[in-house]
Each structure stands twice: as C-alpha cells, then as structure tokens.
C-alpha cells in the first residue's frame, strides 16, 4: 500500500509560481510511473502531468504546457509540480497519484486576480 503526502499549495497571485511536493511512504518508488492531477470545483478531474519511472518520459496537458515542470526524486521518493505563469483558471484541488492507483488527499492551490 503506497500512502501520498502532498504540500505546498496555497494562495498566489496571477503571474506567481507556486512547487507542490508529493511524498511517497509505503511502496516501491521507482516501480511507478507518477502524476498530478486537477479538480476545480464544478469541473472534471483533469490529468495535468506525469512522469515515468525513470523520468525519461512527460506528459503535459495543454492547458499548462510552458508553465508546469513535473520532476522526481527517487532517492527521497518525491515527485515535485513547479507551477510557473500560473492562472486563475489554474484554481484547483492538486492531487499526487502513483501508476493511478493510489492517491494523496490534494492541497488546494488558488490564482487570485
């Protein structure tokens, strides 16, 4: 059982950048290929990164391609969301997941005018 710790979302302004964090405890790290995910209130969760195993591989959707950087650590079985350029529409639960089976609580990231 993999158990996901996000942080580091909160309030920035339009234009600001924000790095969430995910910490991996429970599993092999580096036997899942990892992600982030999106939810806005009223809105579909929307697949917004990923990154394989060994990080040879990203996926971006289009909405955040040219502002967000999906990275990983291995070593310390963290995967990290550096979110520049961000948006209002960029408002959302971020939630952390490992091969889309197991998923973190999200933390809340919020782009004010």
């Known amino acids: 059982q993999v158990q996901l710790i996000e942080s580091g979302g909160g309030l920035v302004q339009a234009g600001g950048s924000l790095r969430l964090s995910c910490a991996a405890s429970?599993?092999?790290?580096?036997?899942?290929?990892m992600g982030w995910f999106r939810q806005a209130p009223g809105k579909e969760r929307e697949r917004v990164a990923a990154?394989?195993?060994?990080?040879?591989?990203?996926y971006y959707a289009d909405s955040v391609k040219g502002r967000f950087s999906i990275s990983r650590d291995n070593a310390k079985n963290t995967v990290d969301l550096q979110m520049n350029s961000l948006k209002q529409d960029d408002t959302a639960v971020y939630y952390c997941d490992a091969a889309l089976r197991y998923w973190g609580q999200g933390t809340q990231v919020t782009v004010s005018s």
């Open positions: 990154i394989s195993r060994s990080s040879v591989s990203r």
């Open positions: 429970g599993g092999t790290f580096d036997n899942y290929a």
